[in-house]
């Protein structure tokens, strides 16, 4: 249901402007004031004598974000004529869209509905705010010129506030560059912050806790560390959206965006004199930060504010400012849960290429089956047969397949713009007889497209690819992007390569195949709108092993995941990567249990059991639970949780799930440290009886313990327990270790 009131007010007419708000006299010129629905948040906008329009925001009287600018400065007229330079290029200096503004219009708005996700954390989520939207008018900068109209539209929720600019169709900004977006986020004080450097390029880092006055002399030291694949820090206090911070009494806040469509990718950047925060646009070959036509919109920005972190898990801001889903039929979209060649390869047991025998590849012309097989290819078709096998004999819906294609001789840090035609097996790949292989047991094939960063490329064979998938029946693709974007000079998150992503999933809905891309663009709520795009990783994920601290799972629920779920490949149950490859001397910082835990605690309808299949049968009695654990959730209740400390997280399966109907699964994560924690099991349903089966860490167990000493990883205990609503838990949690339990129902009322 839906309840909606809309009420204009035009800020020359002074009598309207007090009955909306009778505190608005005690403001100043062109002062606004806009409060949430349950009247915890107050926003205020206003103009500065300068013309400069600027907004604070509180929280319980609390200030949050203290006063702040808004606005760009976009780049200046092409020099005609001349060589002259100015500003670094062949341009005169940028005109302000920051200052000089007027107010001329004012609307309000507030909005109560709610609308279902096509898969989520929920089946049904609220949409409740209050809408100021202020019109803003700046004189011409010729006399008889025409003026420049920009509005600036804030919606506030109960857990925060969004806002964005919209630029109406008008003849003075038709066409505009920017030069720099100038939102500010004043902070009010020097807050404890969860943070990863500011990057052009990659999301794929630790995160490291501490005040915002220590970024400076932290990051360059923690950057260097990282040696990603393609990696552009620009500053020594830059940092990532979604940015989680702590206030020293209690508040929580978290700065990010929604709905970056048509834009480039905002980092933030940190004045540590002053606390505040600028956006910092991602730039383009050319060094601009975007090219606009009117009408148009920006990305909203976020500043979510709750005195509780649960509330911060449980937030929907994000995905509540993005557009309803514009696909009509969802019917073929649904969550998925596989296995894969994949681990293997990342441990160095098997490998992506096919051969030896080539100095380069040039595809079409380097004849394959001439080759000498290397005898190391992951991706054939023996062992995708096992793969296959494996998942239906224990109810998986699909296998990935790395590898498949030509070209992987050559794939990685050539900067090669032909890579890949994303068409072309392997000679040990018999993409017909695999895919009716899988049929014939109730299992479907993933495609892999990795495009080695090649964006341009990927473009002209996009369609031949996925006409390709609906040949053969796949309806679901892994892209990849690793390695330094072409088209030379652009960012995995500049305007360009926001729009190629968006190219990807539009096409993809029209040939009805489902997106899980990687090395992307960190999602910003667009799986409402797009649900096809049913993951990404875009963070550090289980590949990275042993560089992964045991505090990172429980971070990127209020970071990371934030925007969308994370396709993160949890399931390790062998943490001695030398028994996979003796060379591979890395380890999982883990227990089984935590592992177990992550199916729960780290959302996604795209489920991996990242292990390979003789490590499950070594634990059946614990990969039950993987295969259990439901991949689509009626409702979630977030129990326990702490930033960097621990999640405990319940979740209530669809009613759809067969088998599962109404089951809850409960997930625990701990960081470094052992910890012991208790909780109600108030959520079920009172008078009824239910069992819980137990997955647990043992007393012995310990993920950061010898891995040599498998007792210490690899110990659990799988208990059964009657319970009720009634009911209080105690789990004990080994060192990053987790617990994760199935409770089902056995009696009714």
Known sequence: MIRRKL???????????????????????????????????????????????????????????????????????????????????????????????????????????????????????????????????????????????MVIRFRLYDDGLGFRYEFPEQKRLKYFVIKDELTQFAMAGDHTAWWIPGDYDTQEYNYTVSRLSEIRGLSLSFTKAEGNASQQTFSPTGVQTALQMKTDDGLYINIHEAAVVDYPTTNLNLDDKTMTFSTWLTPDAEGWKGRVQTPARSPWRTVMVVDDARKALASRLILNLNDPCILEDVSWIHPVKYIGVWWEMITGKTQWSYTNDFPTIELGVSDYSK??????????????????????????????????????????????????????????????????????????????????????????????????????????????????????????????????????????????????????????????????????????GTEYRGQIMPHHVTILPFTRLQGGPMDYTPGIFEMDMSKMNPEDHQRVFSTICKQLALYVTMYSPLQMAADIPEHYEEHMDAFQFIKDVAVDWEQSRYLLAEPGDYIVIARQAKVKEAGKEGDWFVGGVTDENARDLEFPLDFLEKGVKYTATIYADTPEADGIGDVKVQDSVQTYSITTKKVNSKTTLKMHLARSGGFAIRIQKVEGK
Not at 96 to 122: A, I, N, Q
Not at 458 to 478: F, P, Q, S, T
């Open 7 to 149: 009420f204009r007010v035009i800020t020359a007419a002074v009598s309207a402007v007090m009955l909306a708000f009778p505190g608005a006299a005690q403001n100043p010129a062109g002062a606004e004031v806009l409060k949430s629905p349950d009247g915890n948040l107050e926003l205020r906008f206003a103009i500065t004598a300068a013309g400069t329009p600027t907004y604070s925001l509180n929280y319980g009287g609390k200030a949050v974000i203290l006063p702040s600018e808004l606005g760009y400065e976009i780049r200046g007229k092409r020099l005609k004529g001349t060589f002259e330079e100015k500003s670094g290029r062949f341009y005169a200096g940028p005109e302000s869209l920051h200052d000089g503004f007027k107010v001329t219009g004012v609307e309000r708005d507030s909005l109560d509905e709610t609308w279902e996700p096509v898969w989520g954390e929920e089946s049904h989520i609220r949409n409740h705010y209050n809408e100021l939207a202020v019109t803003l008018e700046q004189g011409p900068v010729n006399k008889n010129g025409p003026k420049a109209v």
């Open 371 to 540: 080759a000498k097989p290397h005898g190391k290819h992951g991706a054939n078709n023996e062992n995708v047969r096992r793969y296959i096998d494996f998942a239906a004999e224990h109810g998986f819906d699909a296998v990935l397949v790395e590898g498949w294609n030509e070209g992987w001789e050559d794939w990685y840090g050539k900067q090669k713009d032909f890579v890949f035609d994303f068409i072309t097996p392997y000679p040990d790949f018999d993409i017909k007889a695999l895919n009716e292989y899988a049929r014939s047991k109730g299992v479907k094939l993933i495609m892999h497209h990795e495009t080695s960063a090649s964006a341009q490329n990927y473009e002209r064979w996009i369609d031949k690819a996925y006409d390709l998938m609906n040949e053969y029946g796949y309806d679901a693709v892994k892209s990849g992007y690793v390695g330094d974007i072409i088209p030379y000079g652009e960012h995995h998150y500049s305007q360009s390569m926001i729009n190629h992503y968006m190219l990807c999933v539009k096409k993809a809905a029209d040939h009805h195949i489902m997106v899980n891309a990687h090395e992307a663009v960190r999602p910003t709520g667009l799986c409402r709108t797009y649900p096809n795009l049913i993951g990404n990783e875009s963070a550090k």
